[in-house]
């Protein structure tokens, strides 16, 4: 076997790796996992953020058929929470949590482990999807801001990766494998990537473009602020919570 034919089957087992670590979609693909094809599939995080936004906008597009855009946005966040086990909002709610309640680096991490939700994660959390589902609705394009977010969106977290310690005790984490040894030129591929997806895209809606850097740099930099300050560096619910600060802030754009 070359090393050529091996390199792409560790890229492909490293995009189904990504689907099976975001998703609850079932990997079709034999893995030899390694902490290195962890680290590797981190490139395909926008990509899947496309996929589900495929699936969202198609799914929306079938319901709007009968029913209103309420009722139809609202099966979609449904069907988004269910496929994706609300892998980001779980984090968004941890995140909230801890540095709502801790007053020191050690109470909030140990407040981000606790499994139970608190009153700051749950507000929080309520007033997120209250205001996607707003916003989506207020969107003159509703199919286009289902398939772009989640894919913009995904695309903060690596930022994150790449420029912040990982400060979450590595033994005790889910997210040790994408946290150790992210690669920088694949942060650039992924990049390239979302910024290719913004441009095609404002064929349809020149504010694309604009709503993708501002969300993404935007987020990255002031949540990536605060973490530093707070934490003094990512964990894996804090990523999580930057997926859903982008959604919005791209979506307060469209």
Known sequence: MTAQTTRRQQEWQAFWLAIGFLTRIPMLARIDYSQRLMNQSSLYFPLVGLLLGALYAALFAVLSLAWSPLVSVLVVVCFHLWITGAFHEDGLADSIDALGGGYTVAKRLEIMKDSRIGTYGTVALVMALALKVALLLDSSQ????????????????????????????????????????????????????????????TVVSPAVLTGALASVLLVALCWGHYLKQQLGGYTGDTLGASVILSELGLLFFL
């Open 142 to 201: 509703i199919w286009l801001a289902l398939l772009l977010a989640p894919a913009i969106a995904r695309l903060t977290p690596l930022l994150l990766m790449a420029t912040l310690p990982y400060v979450t005790d590595p033994d005790k984490s889910k997210s040790k494998p994408v946290a150790d040894g992210f690669s920088t030129s694949r942060l650039t591929i992924a990049a390239g990537f979302t910024l290719v997806l913004a441009l095609v895209a």
